[in-house]
């Protein structure tokens, strides 16, 4: 089992930045790939970011490239998003997952096998 908890949600103001940060327990952290995925209400959960074991390959959705930025620690056990640029249609639950392919840098979030509870982020106009 691994434990992920987020952390650094908030309301903040359009053009505004968050980090966000993701802890795990409970596994080897280096041994999964991470994800981000977001749902806004009445919306479908989607992909935001994903970076394979070692942080060498990131992989963005277009909504957030050039914005949002994924790196992870492993000697933290932390996976971290920096948003910059935040637009209200960012306001979404934010959620991290981690897959048991750590290579693999997935945009589906079937494949991910472990969640967290997720943290609000909310940007007004």
């Known amino acids: 089992q691994v434990q992920l908890v987020e952390s650094g949600g908030g309301l903040v103001q359009a053009g505004g930045s968050l980090r966000l940060s993701c802890a795990a327990s409970?596994?080897?952290?280096?041994?999964?790939?991470m994800g981000w995925f977001r749902q806004a209400p009445g919306k479908e959960r989607e992909f935001v970011a994903a970076v394979d074991w070692s942080g060498g390959s990131t992989y963005y959705a277009d909504s957030v490239k050039g914005r949002f930025t994924l790196s992870r620690d492993n000697a933290k056990n932390t996976v971290y998003l920096q948003m910059n640029s935040l637009k209200p249609e960012d306001t979404a639950v934010y959620y991290c997952?981690?897959?048991?392919?750590?290579?693999?840098?997935?945009?589906?979030?079937?494949?991910?096998?472990?969640w967290g509870q997720g943290t609000q982020v909310t940007v007004s106009p």
């Open positions: 997952a981690a897959d048991a392919v750590p290579w693999g840098v997935t945009t589906t979030s079937n494949e991910y096998d472990y």
């Open positions: 409970g596994r080897t952290f280096s041994n999964y790939a």
